[in-house]
């Protein structure tokens, strides 16, 4: 999924090879006043958005036991990593971290508590322990609610604490999570659990589990919550949110009938979701996307790559004809729709005509931003246990070169088309380089920077004139501030 795609399948292209969404910044949240119990705990997140989701929720669930949070390690008395198995690289960050912690406790805090929470906790299980010496505690995404137990248990005994049980039916529908996005503007709202697709290369369902969906009721209540907080952005989240399906007085709520439930919660609050598996991807969600203008013309759409046979071995479902009719079909119901991919390179017996499929793909659909990867062999999957890893290193890195080359032209090009044009955007803050300039999404999902103006806020909508741009970033010039309903009303 959309650092933390995976944490933010949502970011900019990165032109870095290899960035994993999120593994390059982990996330921290801010520190609670208080520490009832007398303990505070340091959570660091690796992965995708929905790690990010399950640390507010792991903080929530800890709060209620009397925690306290810590903003940096060195004032917790208990550290927990949050952790992502997707790539070998994303592991080998996490271990470097535990040895940073490791030293902490050998040299200067013998009664700090390390626990390895999240992907990589469920894929080693008890294993981790024997591979990273001094952790206490080890817990798979489906046992947050033992972690007070646990926590106590290993205080009391000396000894490690493990739960990896894996659940068919937890969602956590009834914990409010503890937000991480101080900027009280956008949330994440997780819908559903687990992945049921089986991808040839992917680790997801061996540590994430079954597909479940929560109750309407309780995304609905929370989203309205957000709403009565002051958010003005959520997004929805689930390894493959358009599978979401519950049943529901006898009738069954499809992903498309969320969004639209959602979406007469409030008409300032805008909807994304991430991420969506092009099998699942229906008219009917087309649809509502279409009439439903608070629901953001955006869709992440993973192809993962360009050609039919490569798809097949890497069990996608869809062939690379099916695919680029979905991406004509979606472009024709949704008029100026933006879409963002994931795409491996260098999967199992790839050929340069097969990769050559990719860049073509690429150049066909026309892609507003893009996650790029190289393969990564994970222990047991399906490519695992049936297909060599045989592309050498160098030349993976040279395809993903090759891919992010044409992605960066691409990115640019769509950005240029939007250069004279009058966008709408939720403002979010300063921009990451300067005080003086805010910068907030447009709709389509591109960031715009501008000079600051007074009595312009975060979580304000405003109307900007996109005067130039880079491959990442439109530069814009404010015209007035706005409301989403005026916005849609005058159709902008
Ligand atoms: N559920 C999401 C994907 C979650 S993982 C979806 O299907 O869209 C995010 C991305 O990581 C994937 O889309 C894929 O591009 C990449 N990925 C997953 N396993 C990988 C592996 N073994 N090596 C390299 N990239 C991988
Ligand atoms: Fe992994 Fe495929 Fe599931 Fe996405 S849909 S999480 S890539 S198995
Ligand atoms: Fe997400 Fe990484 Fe797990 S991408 S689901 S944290 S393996």
Not at 197 to 221: D, H, K, Q, W, Y
């Amino acid at each position: 999924m959309q650092p933390i795609t995976d944490l933010d399948v949502l970011q900019p292209t990165s032109s870095a090879p290899d960035v994993a969404e999120g593994i390059d910044a982990p996330k921290t949240l801010p520190a609670t006043v208080d520490a009832p119990n007398g303990k505070r705990v340091f959570i660091e997140t690796y992965g995708c958005q929905m790690n990010v989701s399950d640390s507010e929720l792991v903080a929530s669930i800890l709060a209620q036991d009397g925690y306290g949070l810590s903003a940096t390690e060195d004032d917790a008395d208990v550290i927990l990593i949050n952790t992502c198995a997707i790539r070998e690289k994303a592991e080998d960050r996490v271990r470097g971290r535990l040895a940073r912690f490791r030293g902490r406790k050998v040299k200067s805090q013998p009664d700090l508590t390390i626990g390895v929470l999240g992907c990589m906790a469920e894929r080693l299980r008890k294993k981790l322990l024997e591979e990273e010496a001094l952790v206490d505690v080890v817990v798979g995404p489906d046992a947050y609610r033992d972690l007070p137990r646990l926590l106590a248990e290993t205080e009391e005994t000396g000894q490690a604490a493990v739960n990896v049980h894996l659940s068919r039916e937890e969602t956590y529908a009834d914990i409010a999570p503890v937000r991480y996005d101080t900027n009280g503007v956008s949330a994440f709202v997780s819908i559903m659990r687990g992945c049921d697709n089986m991808c040839a290369f992917c680790v997801v369902p061996f540590t994430r589990g079954r597909e479940r969906s929560r109750p309407v009721t309780s995304i609905l209540a929370e989203c309205a919550q957000l709403v009565d907080a002051g958010y003005k952005e959520v997004t929805v989240l689930g390894q493959n949110v358009n599978s979401y399906r519950v049943e529901e007085n006898g009738s069954v709520v499809s992903f498309a009938e969320l969004l639209y439930r959602i979406s007469l919660l409030s008409p300032e609050l805008r909807i994304r979701y991430s991420t969506s598996h092009p099998k699942d991807c229906s008219e009917e969600l087309l649809h509502v996307h279409l009439e439903r203008p608070t629901i953001c013309n955006f869709i992440h759409l993973p192809v993962q790559h360009g050609n039919t046979e490569v798809l097949r071995r890497m069990r996608r479902t869809y062939s690379r004809e099916q695919y680029l009719d979905l991406i004509g079909r979606a472009r024709s119901i949704v008029p100026d729709l933006a879409l963002s991919t994931d795409i491996i390179a260098g999967f199992c017996h790839e050929t340069e005509e097969e990769h050559a499929d990719t860049l073509s793909l690429m150049e066909a659909v026309g892609y507003d931003h893009a996650f790029m990867f190289m393969y990564s062999e994970r222990p047991n999957t399906f490519a695992a246990r049936k297909f060599e890893d045989d592309i050498p290193e160098e030349l993976k890195q040279h395809r993903l070169a090759e891919i992010i080359e044409i992605q960066n032209r691409v990115s640019r090009e769509r950005n240029e088309r939007r250069v004279g044009i009058r966008e709408v955007i939720l403002v979010e803050g300063p921009s990451r380089r300067s005080d003086e300039q805010l910068c907030g999404r447009t709709d389509s999902n591109h960031m715009v920077v501008f000079d600051r103006v007074d009595g312009l806020e975060k979580g304000d909508y405003a109307e900007v004139d996109i005067m130039s741009c880079t491959s990442a970033t439109l530069l814009g010039e404010f015209v007035r501030k706005t409301t989403l309903e005026e916005a849609v009303a005058v159709g902008a």
